[in-house]
């Protein structure tokens, strides 16, 4: 018997989808453009994001370490630099490597340099957060023979900076987007509501329950989410690929300096969000427009 009613429910929940075929159709491409809107903002901030991961596991605290210090001391400052929290890896740079780099930079007037060893060695340290830089620089000043130290912290600060804007944006654009949506698919089963609230009124003159009577209107928004979701992820799968692909192969890529995420790591997550979005966006949009009419 319960199977029956839950076969019936779910049977009225899609014959009102196919039933109002314009109302259906218009949520849909309502719907579907505001999911391509944050879908566009959505890859637009992970690739951001993916940038600022990479350029932050390139910034790196360059230790320097004092002339004196013995063979034995420059590895044990290592091993305590590697026991701070935050610190991810270090590379030791000799005084050989430091002239080196610095002629690298003056080309063709490197030779002023020949036979200086000016340059004192240090430890490249890269950190597992930027925003425990200055709590690591705080704690490798306390350790012996540490003569200086240089960061970028006012990049480091951007990057982070940059980082959080974009979670706020990315956050404020699916709070808008549920909204609307809730709005859209509340008003379009809303219409549907009113067509058979002659219907409603009988059935729950006879005993039906509200949860009865919202069951099949809830499924129908469901339904109508589901598919705006699918056709969603389908379409801006192919725009991003299709955009991508003619970054990769021109010369923008070199310009922008980072790898593009290809869709394939975005599509899990942008599936789930899509999904889970459409689904919550059709039960609430449905539930709120049958308030109106069970009211007893």
Sequence with gaps: MKYNILGYLIGEGFRNVFKNKKSTFACLAIMCATMLIFGIFFVIGKNIS???EQVESSQAIEVFINNDATDEQIEKLGQEILEIDGVNTIQFKTKEQALNQMKEILKSDQDILNGMYIFPPSYIVKLTDLN?????QDEIRKL??????????ETSAKLVSIGNTINIVTAIILVLLILISIFIIGNTIKLTV???RKEISIMKYIGATNSFIRAPFVVEG???????????VLLIGLAY????NRIIGSSLNNIIG???????ELFNLIIVVYVALGIGIGILGSAMSMRKYLKV
């Design 50 to 52: 993916n940038a600022i």
């Design 132 to 136: 425990l830089s200055s709590q690591v």
């Design 144 to 153: 012996d023979n540490v003569k200086n130290i240089n960061s970028s912290d």
């Design 194 to 196: 009113h067509a058979r």
């Design 222 to 232: 469901i339904i109508i989410g589901t598919m705006a979701s699918l056709i969603s």
């Design 241 to 244: 690929n299709m955009v991508s």
């Design 258 to 264: 980072f790898n593009l995420l290809s869709f394939n």
